[in-house]
């Protein structure tokens, strides 16, 4: 099992009720409280690497803004099977540098695919997953794009197609 894929982030079954009870039992819900503050700060986080994944033509971003802390992205490649493929390989050399994030098979529908030139050779495209559920993650997205950076650059591929795409 990979850290990105087991960690506690309510997605594992019986983890959810569990992660859910005890955040309760600490942090009650209070509007305006310190838990939804802590919240409003993981989003914010989101939705910064959000903004800057969708600002680096190497990636493709799910086509709506994060409702939470969760954010899905993709590197660009010409076809969905390729995607899927280099998105795998992204994935483990960006834990070689140790970044875990997880791994999620969706309907290629969460991405708008026409725009970003990809064929949609499948109807589902293997894509990468963070969840910044901790406050302090807002102040770990700059640090979270470098490695991303440095692995989608172990892929020359990924550069020359969005190079072929301006």
């Known amino acids: 099992m990979h850290l990105g894929e087991i960690s506690l982030e309510c997605s594992r079954p019986g ?3 569990v992660a859910l009870w005890a955040t309760h039992k600490l942090l009650p819900l209070v509007k305006g409280g310190e838990f939804a503050a802590m919240l409003t700060q993981c989003r914010a ?9 969708r600002a680096d033509d190497r990636w ?40 875990h994030l997880a791994l999620a098979a969706l ?8 725009a970003a030139n990809i064929e949609r050779d499948a109807d589902t495209v293997t894509c990468l997953r963070s969840v910044l559920m901790k406050p302090e993650h807002s102040d770990w997205v700059q640090r979270i794009g470098q490695i991303l950076d440095r692995a989608i650059a172990k892929f020359p591929q990924a550069s020359l197609l969005s190079q072929r795409d301006k």
Request: a negative charge.
């Open 15 to 17: 983890a959810a009720a």
């Open 45 to 53: 986080a989101a939705l910064a690497l959000f903004e800057r994944l």
């Open 60 to 99: 493709l971003t799910a086509a709506f803004a994060p409702e939470l802390d969760i954010v899905v992205w993709l590197p660009r490649a010409a076809r969905v099977s390729e995607v899927s493929n280099l998105t795998r390989q992204v994935f483990a050399e960006a834990a070689r540098q140790n970044l």
């Open 107 to 114: 309907p290629v529908d969460f991405f708008d695919l026409a």
